[in-house]
């Protein structure tokens, strides 16, 4: 399938790089497609581009290389419903913001995306009850102060 993307151009994407959103993506109610596209082999980063606007694309983070000890209840429902289980676990990404300052970026903790890949399925969750944010610094300022700022 070839999809268009104002960042990367038109793109070949194979079937299983395909995730469906059924309940969409909260604030695009209309984007259900997107191709998953990982940044780079050992990277914590990855692209979700729409396949249907080509100016839509996420940038989404293994939360799990950033903050070990993230963790949430994922509701029985949302856990049938995505089709996981004791063999196929969800796997889990953040929506993350990168500002003017690569060193000040986010990711939404609050809304993680969770992703079945085994049925190319996914939905973003928003947690209740949590003390997580929608914008939770990836590096801490205490790590740059060691590195001098950098």
């Known amino acids: 399938m070839k999809i268009k993307s104002t ?32 940044y780079e ?5 990855s692209f979700l581009q729409s396949c249907s606007d080509p100016d839509l694309m996420f940038i989404i983070t293994d939360p799990f290389a950033f903050f ?17 289980n004791n063999e196929n676990k969800p796997s889990i990404f953040n929506i ?17 995306l969770v992703i079945n890949f085994e049925s190319r399925t996914g939905r973003q969750i928003v947690l209740e009850k949590s003390s997580y944010s929608v914008r939770h ?3 801490l300022k205490e790590l740059q102060a060691d590195k001098g700022g950098k």
């Not at 695009?28 to 998953?36: G, I, M, N, S, T």
């Not at 070990?68 to 049938?80: E, G, I, K, P, R």
């Open 41 to 45: 082999q050992d990277s914590p980063f």
């Open 137 to 139: 610094r990836l590096f």
């Open 68 to 84: 070990s000890d993230y963790s949430f209840y994922l509701d029985d429902t949302v856990a049938d419903e995505l089709g996981f």
């Open 96 to 112: 993350v913001r990168i500002p003017e300052k690569p060193d000040e970026m986010t990711a939404n903790l609050l809304a993680p």
């Open 7 to 38: 960042r990367f151009g038109e793109l070949e994407i194979a079937e299983e790089q395909l995730i469906k959103f059924p309940h969409a993506i909260p604030g695009f109610p209309k984007e259900q497609k997107f191709a998953f596209i990982p």
